[in-house]
Nanobody
């Protein structure tokens, strides 16, 4: 059974950095795209970025472009979301997900992790 487990969330001051991890297991992910989404209280789930498991193609939402980077470690079956220059508006629950193709739409992702909270204080 496919499992995605996020970790690395926490409380950070504005301007700081965090790295989220998403450990994948129970499936063959070489043909998948891995995405990151976030959801703030009272708001819809928002696309953050995606990467092909091969790692050669990435795509980011405009709101995080230039500040967030997605990378992957094949040996560890893990995808990372590197977040720099964090802003209070980045505060949300962050989820990783797997899709057969890179996508910005949540409904196209088949598998989801449980999420991890990121809080950015001003």
């Amino acid at each position: 059974q496919v499992q995605l487990v996020e970790s690395g969330g926490g409380l950070v001051q504005a301007g700081g950095s965090l790295r989220l991890s998403c450990a994948a297991s129970g499936g063959t992910f070489s043909n998948y795209a891995m995405g990151w989404f976030r959801q703030a209280p009272g708001k819809e789930r928002e696309f953050v970025g995606t990467i092909r498991w091969s790692g050669r193609i990435t795509y980011y939402a405009d709101s995080v472009k230039g500040r967030f980077t997605i990378s992957r470690d094949h040996a560890k079956n893990t995808v990372y979301l590197h977040m720099n220059s964090l802003k209070p508006e980045d505060t949300a629950f962050y989820y990783c997900a797997a899709s057969p193709t890179p996508a910005t739409v949540a409904r196209l992702y088949n598998y989801w992790g449980q999420g991890t909270q990121v809080t950015v204080s001003s």
